[in-house]
T-cell receptor, first 111, second 115 residues
Framework: TQLLEQSPQFLSIQEGENLTVYCNSS?????LQWYRQEPGEGPVLLVT?????EVKKLKRLTFQFGDARKDSSLHITAAQPGDTGLYLC???????????FGKGTTLSVSS | DTEVTQTPKHLVMGMTNKKSLKCEQH?????MYWYKQKAKKPPELMFV???????INESVPSRFSPECPNSSLLNLHLHALQPEDSALYLC??????????????FGDGTRLSIL
């Protein structure tokens, strides 16, 4: 059973469109992190959300942590080709000390 | 540029070879990690070192042998690997494992191919 369900798994859109990626769990997480990974590179941390209901913005990216700390979403406004990559959500389970990753969302933005 | 440095970037080895992957960080982080990642899949945790002691081994085969010589260095010794071990091996570090919201910083990985 996957502790963190991430959807969609693949997303192919045109430049200028909006999109949302979801990360859901039936378990409570102490924190959730979002990473972006480009081919040939390691994952790069985008944001960490800690407080239930928290919203964080990073330019055109908006991250939200659910009130119950069981889910998170990433919304991208006016996507650009430079947003292309693998987006990973990862959480630290309350009982654990190591990150648990979702399966990832492969985003392709074409011009 | 990543603050976690991994060498080599690419490695091709035969199934009978012995090689080592190296990872270095100078951020004062006390937790270091090895992950294995297949194409378009998330990283899979292999090992966690906390304060230079192995704290998590995710049932990794003994042909992978980690070593943490000091708080800045992490090695992964490879011996008698199988073709299915071909993958991107990522190293990461964080301030520690005891706090819940400390992010992990990843290196760019070593692309390993087993012939």
């Amino acid at each position: 059973t996957q502790l963190l369900e991430q959807s969609p798994q693949f997303l192919s859109i045109q430049e200028g469109e909006n999109l949302t990626v979801y990360c859901n769990s039936s378990s409570v997480f102490s924190s959730l992190q979002w990473y972006r990974q480009e081919p040939g590179e390691g994952p790069v941390l985008l944001v960490t959300v800690v407080t239930g209901g928290e919203v964080k913005k990073l330019k055109r990216l908006t991250f939200q942590f659910g009130d119950a700390r069981k889910d998170s979403s990433l919304h991208i406004t006016a996507a650009q080709p430079g947003d292309t990559g693998l987006y990973l959500c990862a959480g630290l389970h309350q009982a654990g000390t190591a990150l648990i990753f979702g399966k990832g969302t492969t985003l392709s933005v074409s011009s | 540029d990543t603050e976690v440095t991994q060498t080599p970037k690419h490695l091709v080895m035969g199934m009978t070879n012995k090689k080592s992957l190296k990872c270095e960080q100078h951020m004062g982080h006390r937790a270091m990690y090895w992950y294995k990642q297949k194409a378009k899949k998330p990283p899979e945790l292999m090992f966690v070192y906390s304060y230079e002691k192995l704290s998590i081994n995710e049932s990794v085969p003994s042909r992978f042998s980690p070593e943490c010589p000091n708080s800045s260095l992490l090695n992964l010794h490879l011996h008698a690997l199988q073709p299915e071990d071909s993958a991107l091996y990522l190293c990461a570090s964080s301030q520690g494992t005891e706090h819940s919201n400390q992010p992990q910083h990843f290196g760019d990985g070593t692309r390993l191919s087993i012939l």
